[in-house]
């Protein structure tokens, strides 16, 4: 359980986005402000505040944090669309004082402050408990990227893709998403094919389970409607051309699951795949998966991902970190988990 943090002047740290000229997101910056209970946020009756033990670095938190994408919806902003931590309060009887929860999506470090500060008000209805025997730190070594390619996982087993249908390719396989899915299904027995644009991070990848790769350019060529049937079922983080890419190369009845536009939102594929080999195409949502859902995916990933390979894909770095991890993670330069200790 947390430790608690007593600040004799009732403050506690935040990450704070201010756009200098109101109106005009471009002028936005973020910096570290000392905030108090009073300036938290209020929702319904219910509220929960929650002592963040650690958040995560993802895709869409650089968005935020670079200004790409109009990610933050409102001034000011605290960003951070996930965090792991012990209830402090709660109006809700749904959580207790102590009790170890998870929040992840719900458009929370969007248009509701986020996870990037010492402690936050929240929804209970956000929330999910932390699994029994999963650390505050590890849970944010999952976080939104891992809960998501949990749910992509999930996916092909639904469409009753398994370990003897033959390989299944994971897409931007180096990044947050790809780095769990690769570590998942490899555990899981699966042959793992992963599609990276950095020939350097093969050794790390053959750590979480990969066998066999494929280059970003090579995969990034208009395909035909119809190739070569290489692939059982497909993670597929990037979109765009090599989402079509891995779509005409999935086997008969294969599954493909999509959940990133990193490469782009255009799909320049064709319907021969789907008609013709019966391929199925599963979009995958974290942000507003029901509870159900997310509990389901948080207990696989207690039983499904190795600690140790989570652990070799994860880096913590302090909240003061996080402008120059955003600008790395908007470059494709971050490898693995970023785990963000607000208390550092």
Same mark, same amino acid.
């Given at each position: 359980?947390?430790?608690?943090?007593?600040?004799?002047?009732?403050?506690?740290?935040?990450?704070?986005?201010?756009?200098?000229?109101?109106?005009?997101?471009?002028?936005?910056?973020?910096?570290?402000?000392?905030?108090?209970?009073?300036?938290?946020?209020?929702?319904?009756?219910?509220?929960?505040?929650?002592? !963040?033990?650690?958040?995560?670095?993802?895709?869409?938190?650089?968005?935020?944090?670079?200004?790409?994408?109009?990610?933050?919806?409102?001034?000011?902003?605290?960003?951070?669309?996930?965090?792991?931590?012990?209830?402090?309060?709660?109006?809700?009887?749904?959580?207790?004082?102590?009790?170890?929860?998870?929040?992840?999506?719900?458009?929370?470090?969007?248009?509701?402050?986020?996870?990037?500060?010492?402690?936050?008000?929240?929804?209970?209805?956000?929330?999910?408990?932390?699994?029994?025997?999963?650390?505050?730190?590890?849970?944010?070594? !999952?976080?939104?990227?891992?809960?998501?390619?949990?749910?992509?996982?999930?996916?092909?087993?639904?469409?009753?893709?398994?370990?003897?249908?033959?390989?299944?390719?994971?897409?931007?396989?180096?990044?947050?998403?790809?780095?769990?899915?690769?570590? !998942?299904?490899?555990?899981?027995?699966?042959?793992?094919?992963?599609?990276?644009?950095?020939?350097?991070?093969?050794?790390?990848?053959?750590?979480?389970?990969?066998?066999?790769?494929?280059?970003?350019?090579?995969?990034?060529?208009?395909?035909?409607?119809?190739?070569?049937?290489?692939?059982?079922?497909?993670?597929?983080?990037?979109?765009?051309?090599?989402?079509?890419?891995?779509?005409?190369?999935?086997?008969?009845?294969?599954?493909?699951?999509?959940?990133?536009?990193?490469?782009?939102?255009?799909?320049?594929?064709?319907?021969?795949?789907?008609?013709?080999?019966?391929?199925?195409?599963?979009?995958?949502?974290?942000?507003?998966?029901?509870?159900?859902?997310?509990?389901?995916?948080?207990?696989?990933?207690?039983?499904?991902?190795?600690?140790?390979?989570?652990?070799?894909?994860?880096?913590?770095?302090?909240?003061?970190?996080?402008?120059?991890?955003?600008?790395?993670?908007?470059?494709?330069?971050?490898?693995?988990?970023?785990?963000?200790?607000?208390?550092?």
């Amino acid at each position: 359980m947390s430790t608690m943090i007593e600040n004799p002047n009732g403050t506690f740290n935040a990450l704070v986005v201010r756009e200098a000229e109101e109106g005009n997101p471009k002028s936005a910056s973020a910096s570290i402000e000392q905030l108090t209970d009073a300036d938290l946020p209020d929702y319904d009756a219910g509220d929960v505040i929650v002592q !963040i033990d650690f958040s995560s670095l993802n895709y869409k938190d650089g968005m935020a944090l670079t200004g790409k994408g109009r990610i933050l919806r409102s001034y000011p902003m605290v960003p951070g669309i996930d965090f792991s931590g012990t209830v402090i309060s709660s109006e809700s009887p749904k959580f207790a004082s102590g009790d170890e929860v998870i929040l992840t999506g719900w458009a929370v470090g969007e248009r509701y402050w986020g996870g990037y500060s010492q402690r936050q008000k929240v929804k209970a209805g956000w929330l999910v408990r932390r699994p029994v025997g999963m650390s505050a730190m590890q849970a944010m070594g !999952i976080g939104t990227a891992g809960l998501t390619a949990m749910m992509c996982v999930l996916g092909l087993e639904d469409g009753g893709v398994t370990p003897t249908d033959g390989p299944v390719v994971v897409t931007g396989a180096a990044g947050g998403v790809g780095s769990v899915a690769v570590a !998942i299904l490899a555990n899981l027995g699966y042959k793992v094919t992963a599609v990276t644009g950095r020939p350097e991070q093969h050794d790390y990848l053959r750590s979480l389970g990969a066998t066999s790769f494929l280059t970003r350019e090579e995969m990034s060529e208009t395909p035909k409607p119809l190739e070569a049937e290489n692939f059982a079922g497909a993670v597929d983080t990037v979109g765009s051309t090599m989402l079509a890419k891995v779509i005409a190369q999935t086997k008969y009845q294969g599954v493909v699951t999509a959940c990133g536009l990193a490469g782009g939102v255009d799909l320049p594929s064709t319907v021969m795949p789907f008609i013709l080999r019966g391929v199925r195409l599963q979009g995958i949502d974290s942000v507003m998966a029901p509870v159900e859902a997310r509990e389901a995916a948080w207990a696989r990933l207690l039983t499904d991902l190795p600690s140790e390979r989570l652990d070799a894909m994860t880096e913590v770095v302090p909240m003061s970190a996080l402008p120059n991890q955003a600008e790395a993670i908007m470059a494709g330069q971050v490898r693995g988990r970023i785990v963000v200790d607000p208390n550092a």
